[in-house]
Nanobody, 116 residues
């Protein structure tokens, strides 16, 4: 069983920044994709950003130029730097890791609230 531990959510004013981090409990296994998704009240979960072992990045159009996904210094960690936050970024943010051999795992979610 793999656990994903998320941190860094909170309340921020519009225009502010937050940094989310996610660490997987299994460090000896390789991943195919690590990423962040979000779900706002009454909406479906949507992709925010993903990153591959070769550092190929993919972003939702709504966050391009404002959010940056990167791999942490520790193995199997992923960081989401969120700048110029908007009220519409308010959501629960979920870390997701797809391992090459272990399958697909989700974090418990961390709340991000952006006030106007």
């Amino acid at each position: 069983q793999v656990q994903l531990v998320e941190s860094g959510g909170g309340l921020v004013q519009a225009g502010g920044s937050l940094r989310l981090s996610c660490a997987a409990s299994k460090t000896m296994f390789s991943f195919n994709v690590m990423g962040w998704y979000r779900q706002a009240p009454g909406k479906q979960r949507e992709l925010v950003a993903t990153i591959t072992p070769s550092f190929k990045r993919n972003y939702a159009d709504s966050v391009k130029g404002r959010f940056t996904i990167s791999r942490g210094n520790a193995k199997n960690t992923v960081i989401l730097q969120m700048n110029s936050l908007k009220p519409e970024d308010t959501a629960v943010y979920y870390c997701n890791v797809i391992f090459a051999t272990l399958g697909d795992y989700w974090g418990q979610g961390t709340q991000v609230t952006v006030s106007s």
